[in-house]
Structure formats: structure tokens, C-alpha cells
T-cell receptor, first 114, second 111 residues
Framework: DGGITQSPKYLFRKEGQNVTLSCEQNLNHDAMYWYRQDPGQGLRLIYYSQIVNDFQKGDIAEGYSVSREKKESFPLTVTSAQKNPTAFYLC?????????????FGAGTRLSVL | SQELEQSPQSLIVQEGKNLTINCTSSKTLYGLYWYKQKYGEGLIFLMMLQKGGEEKSHEKITAKLDEKKQQSSLHITASQPSHAGIYLCGADRGSNYKLTFGKGTLLTVNP
């Protein structure tokens, strides 16, 4: 079945630690996205990538880093510089080159700080 | 102020009742997307509207786009407990594939 797989479902970070969230898709989509969701805040865009080896900062990129070495994969690293990392993280992908930007989402990773 | 305002923020209805959720944009809309989310899960795509006056339906859910008002409404007919969840609207601003999302409307359907 085609879809987007995020892992792990739950993640705990110790202070000063970097952690990496995985996002893999087998939909053959060019574009991929990372969002952060906080209660009462809606979704906020962290990073997005329209093509392999290229990515752009979203609205809240500080304290995060990404890579896009393969079309299928778009991992997100939450660095120690991110002082408030506790949130629900969602990865999405979409077909590029059309007027319809329908984004398909993974099941999310909930990150908590120990 | 928010680019996308959703109203109401939360809604409790009795099973079988109709309901409407609104999404109003403060900027030009090139596309309006409706998603549903169960708590702690990912977003499920419902419908996309692009043209003014466009209306789409999926089962008992209908969405409309009023281009002049920069507003979309999501209407559920004869609500069921399975309709419960968070409904989010997303707006396409016409550049770079980015979507801007509203804060969501939490729908509770009591049996």
C-alpha cells in the first residue's frame, strides 16, 4: 500500500540531545514537508523540499535541520538549540508540477522532553 | 491576526443534526483544502476547492467556496459519531507549494 510512514510514534529527548524523526514515502512524490502541531496553534511549517538535494525553511525553522538525499526520505533533526521541542510532528508529501497541492500526511510523531 | 480563521473553534452536536464549519481567509485564495484529524493521528484529505462557487461532496460532507468573500464552508448532514474529530482548512497562496492552515474546529457528536 502506498503511503507515508513516520517513526517512531513516540520519542523522548533529554536536554542537550539531538533527535531525528524519520519520514519515508512510497508515493513517488517530489515534494515533502515537516509541520509542527501544538495545542491551539494549528499546523506550522518547519521545512519543505520540492526536489532531492534541495530544501527551504518554513515559518519556524530555528532549532531544526533536514536533509533530502533520496526522493523517498525526508528526516527531521530536532537539535538542542530548539528550546521547546515538545509537540506533535507531522510529515507530508505532494505531487509537484500541478495546480493542485494536495498534501498527504503521515500518522505523526509525538516528541516529549524528559 | 490569523491568515485563516476557522469558526467555531469547537462544536458539540447531537447525532443526526446538521452542522456547518467556516474558514475565512484574509488573503487571496488559490485553493482551499479541507482535512480531518483524529486526536493524535495524521490529517486525512477530504476535499479541495479551487474555483469561486465550486461545491464538492463526499458522502454526507459538502464543501463550498465563496471566492468573493474568501470563505469556505464545510457542511455535514445528519452527523454521526464517526464524523467526530478536528477539521482543518488549508489555503494555497499560489507559490512554492506551501499551505497555510487554520487552527482547526473540534467536532464532538454525541450519540
Amino acid at each position: 500500500d502506498g503511503g507515508i510512514t513516520q517513526s517512531p510514534k513516540y520519542l523522548f529527548r533529554k536536554e542537550g540531545q539531538n533527535v531525528t524523526l524519520s519520514c519515508e514515502q512510497n508515493l513517488n512524490h517530489d515534494a515533502m514537508y515537516w509541520y509542527r502541531q501544538d495545542p491551539g496553534q494549528g499546523l506550522r511549517l518547519i521545512y519543505y523540499s520540492q526536489i532531492v538535494n534541495d530544501f527551504q525553511k518554513g515559518d519556524i525553522a530555528e532549532g531544526y535541520s533536514v536533509s533530502r538525499e533520496k526522493k523517498e526520505s525526508f528526516p527531521l533533526t530536532v537539535t538542542s538549540a530548539q528550546k521547546n521541542p515538545t509537540a506533535f510532528y507531522l510529515c507530508a508529501s505532494s505531487i509537484s508540477g500541478t495546480s493542485k497541492n494536495i498534501q498527504y500526511f503521515g500518522a505523526g510523531t509525538r516528541l516529549s522532553v524528559l | 491576526s490569523q491568515e485563516l480563521e476557522q469558526s467555531p473553534q469547537s462544536l458539540i452536536v447531537q447525532e443526526g443534526k446538521n452542522l456547518t464549519i467556516n474558514c475565512t481567509s484574509s488573503k487571496t485564495l488559490y485553493g482551499l483544502y479541507w482535512y480531518k484529524q483524529k486526536y493524535g493521528e495524521g490529517l486525512i484529505f477530504l476535499m479541495m476547492l479551487q474555483k469561486g462557487g465550486e461545491e464538492k461532496s463526499h458522502e454526507k460532507i459538502t464543501a463550498k467556496l465563496d471566492e468573493k468573500k474568501q470563505q469556505s464552508s464545510l457542511h455535514i448532514t445528519a452527523s454521526q459519531p464517526s464524523h467526530a474529530g478536528i477539521y482543518l482548512c488549508g489555503a494555497d497562496r499560489g507559490s512554492n507549494y506551501k499551505l497555510t492552515f487554520g487552527k482547526g474546529t473540534l467536532l464532538t457528536v454525541n450519540p
